[in-house]
């Protein structure tokens, strides 16, 4: 979960550092620090909180150098401190490391017992300790770093700089991603390609097990076996110009309000314009396929959940859905014809890749749906089907999740098809509605203002329930999940029909209700269920259109209106609401809404 990025310039390289971390500070941002090589010595910078803090340090204290390596933290081992944060120094060695070391206890007593003092609680300085032990015992720096590699248990990405090579970096890759890049006599690495994207397009990535060794016109990969082997260089596309909040006060503003354009895109990718049309999931034949395991975590995880009451309605196609930490341990058998689908924005989050791991060999088919076509998840599968939301980089998910399920939408279309249980004119009128979506999202975004009222009245509140029914159920557990990330007030999600079986007792007239309830052939039952709230003198933001809130508005604290929206799509629409209601929270209680605390963006570790 932290970021790491290694360059070998031409230029001075602590500046390229702190904005390559800019980029990598959706990792975490509990420290940050660098190491550069100057005139031959190793030193280095490191700041606890959000990297602000360590560019503020830079200005006092400069660190020159042309060679340098730089960190943003997400702790795992050891609180956010300076002392725990890296780069990790040990004589002429510093390392910077992403993921866990799981043996470093042994590792620790054994170096303890060649008499190693340890000034920290992280796993990682093990790494850095070990490596200046083989050097002292005559070890050069390449040497050393491969032998401590291959003495370390568990995930990471890890590079290395040394004291006296102001020209070599080794870099090293087990579990957790890293990616070369290759500039015109300079040489990066980096833990994602959005990292290196203003740096180079040339990238290549580590495989499992894979050790780089890196020089400024020179890199020489081994893979697990010491064998030398040879990457692919490929060219990517990030519009790095992008990474900009685009006048908006906070980057979950600006990605709330790009989903008409994102969604947008995403259609057209997939549909086009015409009426010559093909759906996603080429190659697949859903008649073949008896049922779906679908696996995530967070907010790709409740993108699944909705994502089974349209396979299971419309293609008639049984789902399983199950979060990644859960799915990975449990070791659940496979029958055949079973297509695993992986959802993921990253497409590096630690569970979701070990569960398609556990998969391979075991499904018919892996397919992916992805927001980085060059994530691992993607490249593991035998089908990853990308949802152009462009780069996200507010924590809590917000356009990722909408193209997500724009995406597997016209999955669940393509199955239907396959299936034979969606006709000419089915397909015709989903598609139809599909194209109208964008505005319709627009139209749902023109009610900012009374999204920030209802808002400003749920920001004092200490506890807030989210009800839905059907496939509004998994929307109100995302749109529970996005308060309490972003506001910190406790919130849970109910589906309607549980609510008298035991969280009915929670409401009283301090407890805000949202329910989530479109007019559709669910509506009076919901509404049942929020007149029971009212009763217990709940107060109820009801958010339905403009038929539903004529029925069942009366004596409910506050409504929200949203446009009309074919019945299938109203989890897409119904997002809009959920992410305005968490984003003002946040920003009436002054907490940190891009960077929540505690949290971060990309899990590579479990
Ligand atoms: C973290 C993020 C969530 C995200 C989840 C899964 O918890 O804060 O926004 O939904 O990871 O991430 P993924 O990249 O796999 O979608």
Redesign the pocket.
């Known amino acids: 979960m932290c970021g790491i990025i290694g360059v070998l310039g031409n230029n001075e390289v602590a500046p390229i550092l702190v904005e390559a971390l800019k980029r990598l500070e959706y990792r975490g941002y509990d420290s940050a620090g660098i190491a550069t090589v100057n005139a031959g010595t190793l030193d280095r910078r490191r700041a606890v909180g959000k990297l602000v803090n360590l560019s503020d340090l830079l200005v006092h204290d400069p660190l020159a150098g042309k060679a340098g390596i730089g960190h943003t933290r997400w702790a795992t081992h050891g609180a956010p401190s300076v002392g725990n944060a890296h780069p990790h120094k040990a004589g002429p060695v510093a390392v910077v490391h992403n993921g866990i070391i799981e043996n470093f206890r042994d590792l620790r007593a054994e170096l303890a017992e060649n008499g190693v003092g340890f000034e920290t609680e992280t796993d990682t300085e093990t790494v850095a300790l070990l490596t200046h032990h083989h050097m002292s015992q005559g070890d050069t720096p390449v040497e050393a770093a491969r032998k401590t590699v291959a003495r370390l248990d568990g995930a990471f990405a890890l590079a290395f700089l040394f004291d006296g090579q102001d020209n070599l970096m080794v870099a090293a890759r087990k579990g957790s991603p890293l990616a070369v890049g290759y500039g015109a006599g300079e040489m990066y690495i980096g833990s994602d390609a959005i990292a290196l994207s203003p740096l180079t397009d040339r990238i290549s990535y580590l495989e499992e097990g894979d050790i780089a060794v890196i020089t400024r016109d020179s890199v020489e990969i081994t893979d697990a076996n010491g064998t030398i082997a040879n990457r692919e260089v490929r060219t990517i596309q990030i519009d790095a110009t992008r990474i900009d909040k685009g006048g908006h006060k906070h980057f979950m503003a600006k990605e709330i309000a790009e989903q008409p354009g994102v969604i947008g895109q995403a259609l057209q990718h997939y549909i086009g314009t015409g009426s010559d049309i093909t759906l996603p999931g080429k190659g697949m034949d859903f008649s073949q396929i008896d049922r779906i395991t679908m696996v995530?975590?967070?907010?790709?995880f409740y993108a699944c959940l909705t994502a089974k009451y349209w396979f299971e309605q419309i293609a008639r196609l049984p789902v399983e859905v199950d979060v990644a930490s859960e799915f990975r341990y449990r070791e659940p058998p496979i029958p055949d014809r079973t297509l695993a689908l992986f959802?993921?924005?990253?497409?590096?989050?630690a569970d979701?890749l070990a569960a398609l791991r556990y998969c391979d060999g075991k499904a018919s088919s892996i397919a992916s749906v992805i927001n980085v076509p060059e994530s691992s998840i993607a490249r593991e599968s035998d089908l990853a089907l990308p949802i152009y939301a462009g780069v996200e980089v507010g924590?809590?998910?917000t356009k990722?999740f909408t193209c997500q399920l724009t995406v597997l939408f016209l999955l669940v279309l393509k199955a239907a098809r396959d299936r034979g249980t969606l006709d000419d004119a089915g397909l015709a009128a989903h598609l139809d509605a599909l194209r109208a979506l964008p505005g319709v999202i627009n139209v749902a975004l023109g009610k900012n203002d009374a999204m920030r009222a209802a808002a400003r009245k749920l920001s004092t509140a200490r506890d807030v329930l989210f009800l839905g029914r059907g496939q509004m159920y998994p929307l109100a557990l995302e749109g529970a999940l996005k308060l309490k990330e972003i506001s910190y007030i406790h919130a849970e999600a109910y589906a309607s029909g549980e609510l008298k079986h035991g969280p009915i007792a929670l409401v009283d007239e301090e407890v805000p209700v949202i329910v989530m309830a479109p007019r559709d052939a669910l509506f009076d039952k919901t509404v049942s269920n929020m007149q029971e709230v009212m009763a217990r003198k709940g107060k109820v933001i009801l958010i339905s259109d403009a038929e539903g809130l004529g029925e069942a508005s009366e004596g409910v604290w506050t409504s929200i209106e949203m446009p009309k929206v074919a019945d299938a799509l109203t989890p897409i629409l119904y997002a809009i609401p959920a992410q305005l209601l968490a984003y003002h929270t946040a920003v009436a209680k002054g907490t940190d809404v891009d960077q929540p605390r505690n949290?971060?963006?990309?899990?590579t570790v479990e």
């Open positions: 995530a975590c967070g907010t790709a959802v993921s924005q990253s497409g590096e989050t979701t924590v809590a998910s990722a949290l971060a963006k990309s899990v």
